[in-house]
């Protein structure tokens, strides 16, 4: 796996030391396994998801903040990519919602809306908390050849 192959797309500043955090608290050396691409606002990341998409990459990951209304970022994110084949579910699944490539040429992605994929909010609301964290490397487990559980955290 190379890095460049494994990218990460994060809404701002805040979500990337969020990530940042996450990562230095559950031990997990990210700066091994993907890259973080630090967008400036949300439409920002829509339009580098357009891009992103049709790249080399192999898996793409995006953290977005709900904010006030889960439902219109999700329809967003899902008119983004619809047009490069993918097919989201009607919201979020709880777990964190991963897409299957459509075909060979597009990777496979991973979704997560902050703070916990369900509810509106913002991830400062929760930032140090964790209170999602298992729920979260759950998700970034999907991705991880050595599952969350397996890195000496509980499931």
């Known amino acids: 796996m190379r890095i460049t192959d494994h990218v990460l797309l994060v809404e701002g500043r805040d979500d990337h030391e969020v990530i940042y955090q996450f990562c230095n608290y559950y031990g997990i050396d990210n700066q091994s396994l993907f890259s973080v691409e630090v967008g400036d606002g949300f439409d920002s990341l829509l339009k580098e998801l357009g891009i992103r998409v049709r790249t080399e990459v192999k898996v ?19 008119s983004a990519l619809a047009g490069d084949g993918y097919i989201l579910p009607a ?65």
């Open 60 to 78: 793409l990951g995006i953290v977005i903040d709900a904010d006030a209304n889960l439902s219109s970022r999700w329809e967003e994110i899902k």
């Open 91 to 155: 919201s979020p699944i709880k777990g964190g919602t991963i897409i299957e490539s459509p075909n060979s040429n597009r990777p496979q992605i991973g979704i997560w809306l902050m703070p916990d994929n369900q509810e509106p909010g913002r991830n400062q609301a929760k930032q140090c908390k964790f209170d999602n964290a298992p729920a979260l490397a759950k998700w970034g487990d999907r991705f991880h050849s050595q599952p969350y559980s397996k890195r000496g955290h509980p499931q």
